[in-house]
Every structure is written in C-alpha cells, then in structure tokens.
C-alpha cells in the first residue's frame, strides 16, 4: 500500500499527482495538466457499454489526482487502483488541446485514420478504483480546449471511481471553454454500481458545444446520487442532470438551473443512441428488467429552458423529472415512483413550439413501451392543464395517480380531473399506443 502523500506547494505544478492500490492523497497546491506525458498519461481498454457488449473501446486519458496500477491483462495499459483515498483542497485544471493534438497525430499515422468509432480522449481531474473515497474541498476546472471540429469522443470527468465508491463534491467544479460537438461532460460518477455520489458545492458547465452532458451520473445500480448544492448548465446536445439506469436513488435538495442550447447533432459513436436534443433535471434510462426501482425525489428548485434555434430541429424536449424505456417487456415492469414537494419550471423559446413538461416518459422512445409511473406529492402552479400540456406528457406510459396529492400554488384554484393533467403525443395517440391514466375513481 502506497503511503500517506501529501502535496503542499503554492507553486504551479505541471505534474500529476498518482498513487497505487490504497493509495491515500491530498492536493493543497495548483496542478495544471496538459501535457501528455510522464504519470500524467495512461492507456486502456474497456469493455462495459452497456447496450454493446463485447465492443472494445480504446482510451488514451491524462490525470490530475489519480489511483493507478499497471493492467495484467493487457500489458503497457493502466487500470484505475481500487481502494484509495484522493482529496482536493487546492486547484486541479486539466486540458484537453495537448492530448487531442498527440491523438490526432497517432491516428493520421494509423492504419484506418478516419474511423473514430471506438476511441476515446479522456480527461480525469481526479480518478480512482472500486471502493475508493473521493472528496473535493477546492477547485476543478476541465478546460474543454480541443480543437471544435474533433470527431473523436472527448470525455471531461471532473471525479470519476468505480464500484462502492464514495465521491462528495464539497468545493467548486467547472467545465470551460468553446467544447466540440462530440464531447462528453461527466461531472461526479463512473460506469458502477452501489456508488454514493453527492455534490454539496457548485458545479458548473458553460460550454458552446457538447454531445451529452450528466453532471451527477451513474450507468451501474443500487446506488444514490443527491444533490445539496447548486448545478448551473448551458450547453447544447442532451442534458441530464441527475442521470441513471433504474435502481438508483435520486434526490434534488438543491438548486439546478438549465439553459438548453438545444442542438440536433449526429451521432458519430454507434454504441450510443441517436436523439434529439434534450434537457432534464433528472434521467432515468433502462433497458426492459424486473429489478427494484427507487422513487425520485426533488425538494428544492428546478428550473430548466429551452433555448431552441433553426438547429434545434423540431423534436427537441425539455423536462423536470424524465423517465426512458429502449425497448417492449415481456409482462409488467417495475412501477417508477417520482415526487415534487419542490418546484419546476420549465419554459422555452424559439422558431417553434416545443414539447415540455415537469415529468417526461418515453418521449424519445420508439413503439408501444408503457413504463408505469406514479405520481406521489406533486406541488406545482395552478394552470389549465388541459391547454398546457406541460405537467405530465408521454408517448406511451401507464400513470399511476390513484395515491398522488396535488398541492396548486396560484389563485383560482379549481378542482381537477386528474386525466386533464395528462397528455399523450397526438402521433402516439393516433397511432394507438398506449396511454392508460389510474386515479382513485377507477382503482
């Protein structure tokens, strides 16, 4: 096991700071990272894409704190060391220009120069292993400086560990820069399982291109990801707040604030979806299982605009809490729980109008793929439901509302049907799929 390192210096440093399997350290200095070289750089492969198994990805990564070991299985690569211990009360920026560049440069060189498909350029301002502990007290800033028109996936991760790990954000996170329309921002979280992830801080991103941006994230199960801070967005691509595959734990205590730059992009990578641009505070994503959910809950404040333009294309959504089914069941699948006891607001702008709402389900997915929702507390403004179309909207769900408690904020409150607060797809409707709405009255 590594022993206890500890960097104190107020000057710049230029080098990463790494340790190995139980490794324990604390930034108190400025690490600035670009270059591509030394134990600021690291090879490996991967092969954990959830909708692909089997694909290899090959990755090419700089560091600024980190938990590394040499990979038996594939030698010359690095794998992230598990329990470890990294904490940061300094500042970490780390860049993406040098990498992109040295990238760029090898796979001219390369036999096949021109397929990206399976690559990545990753950035990791701080990384670890399985069952490691994560916590930063300062500054991060991941300078999102490539080249604009790079095509390869360029993944920023301000704190990234894998299964069982804990990672607490108690300091300030900010993604920077011009971007690139294949980058993906990952604020805290990995791939895994039963993490614990919590932001009690600020994080931010002001970017003018990305991909697909997840700020609290996870693709594993059975964990949580609770936000105490503030999360302020403005980009374009999908934005997803608080994202997830079922089975994990989502609460909002916070503030999260979102500004859609909503921008159609094609997916270039085939292992992931093609959609159209999206915004929501909270995502959750499943393939069709029979696993436990957990409910998703917001008490704080949520607000999140669409900011559409000519190259938002028409299809472009925005959404408080959403829910997203990729393909039919076989039978009933788990019930989704999610709650306000909070506020959303949800608004856009531009050339067209654009389907929004306070909870999304299945609005991007293809067929007849009812996932079942219930509602429980739900506090939002008093509006003509029927007209607005904006508190509960699907292409095929089946809404539970028979034990949901409906809190209006607003004068001329009026009694409710509770069908009028759902609205299907006119497409959807028409095409038959299904739209089933359960209230206290046909229980």
Known sequence: MDSKTTYVNEQVSHEALVVGRGGYAVNYGHLDISRPEGINYFEYKHQNIPNQPGVVVKNIAICGMAALEDNPDQ?????????????????????????????KQNKDRSDDPTNFNNDTVRCYAMAAGADSMLINEGTINVHMDQDIDAEVSLYGCAMWANARSLMINR???????????????????????????INEGEISVDLKR???TRILHTAGQYGSLLNDGVINVRTGGRIMVL???AGTRMTNNGEINITSLATYLENKVSYHYQFDPLATAFYEHFLPNDLPTCPALNRGCIRVHLLGSEISGPNAVAFGFYCHQVGAARGETPVHVMENEGSIEVTQEGPVHYNIAEVGVNMQ???????????????????????????????????????????????????????????????????????????????
């Open 243 to 245: 994202g997830c595959l």
């Open 365 to 443: 997915s293809v067929g007849d793929v009812p996932v079942i929702v219930k509602i429980g507390r739900w506090k939002t403004k008093a509006r003509n439901f029927a007209e607005t179309h904006d508190l509960f909207a699907c292409r095929s769900a089946k809404f539970d509302l028979s034990e949901m408690q409906l809190s209006l904020v607003g004068e001329n409150l009026q009694s409710i049907d509770p069908a009028q607060l759902v609205y299907q797809l006119e497409i959807s409707r028409q095409a038959g799929e299904t739209c089933i709405i359960k209230t206290r009255n046909n229980e």
């Open 171 to 197: 300091g300030i996170i900010r993604f920077l820069g011009n971007g690139s329309w294949q980058s993906y921002i990952r604020g805290v979280g990995s791939m895994d399982s039963h993490l614990q992830v």
């Open 75 to 103: 030698p010359g690569s690095k794998m992230l060391a598990d329990h470890a211990t990294l904490i940061n009360r300094g500042v970490i920026d780390i860049r993406f220009s040098e990498i992109y560049a040295l990238y």
């Open 210 to 212: 990305a991909y697909q």
